[in-house]
């Protein structure tokens, strides 16, 4: 078998699996609520499917995969805050053997008029396999520079600006960029 090295190229296209995970033990205040609340996802397998849901994984998280999650999330964080830093990140150790349970088939095609084409389809027996897979395709073209913590004070989630002009500040606009609005408003107001 051979290996191919690729260098990444840096896209501004959205990094959701890394995001998702980097942000996955940290402190939120969902909408309407003014209070952070601190759930931990890998305390029980129904709030670590719920975690993964906006992902649209292709396999279901395994009752038995909750530690390696785990360990995938924690390296995952490390890895972005090295990058936020300009670190070098500490350990690439558990994503890539995580990622390494995936594998690739490829296939030749014949087209009615006897072109030749190839495909590689991609597998993964396991969420947490495809997981890891998705998040080295997504590390090969992040942007390290459009990595970013949410700049109202008190959050602390991480987010990708995926915007043409590098200019999003909040992770999201509710209720982060609702709140800093309504709260310029009172300080100019009240
Ligand atoms: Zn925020």
């Known amino acids: 078998m051979s290996a191919e090295t690729t260098a990444t190229t840096p896209q501004r296209r959205p990094v959701p699996t890394l995001v998702v995970l ?4 940290r402190p939120r205040r969902p909408p309407n609520t003014r209070a952070a609340i601190t759930v931990n996802p890998f305390d029980s397998h129904a709030v670590a499917v719920a975690l993964l849901e ?9 009752t038995d995969e909750v530690d390696d999650l785990r360990a995938l999330a924690a390296e ?6 090295a990058l936020l830093g300009n670190r070098r990140p500490p350990s690439i150790a558990t994503l890539n053997r ?3 349970q995936a594998s690739a088939t490829r296939t030749v095609r014949v087209a009615p008029d006897g072109t030749l084409s190839t495909d590689v389809r991609w597998h993964a027996a396991t969420a947490v396999a495809e997981l890891a897979w998705r998040i080295v395709a997504e590390l090969g073209r ?3 520079s459009r990595l970013r913590h949410c700049a109202r004070e008190p959050c602390d989630l991480l987010f990708y600006d995926t915007t ?18 309504q709260d310029r408003w009172r300080r100019t107001n009240g």
Not at 22 to 25: E, G
Not at 54 to 62: A, I, K, M, S
Not at 167 to 174: A, K, L, P, V
């Open 98 to 100: 995580l990622a390494g």
């Open 54 to 62: 906006p992902l649209g994984l292709e396999q279901q998280l395994g």
């Open 164 to 181: 043409r002009s590098r200019t999003q500040r909040w992770h999201s606009e509710s209720p982060c960029g609702q709140r800093e609005r």
């Open 22 to 25: 980097a942000n996955a033990t």
């Open 142 to 144: 992040l942007d390290p």
């Open 76 to 81: 995952t964080q490390a890895i972005t805050e």
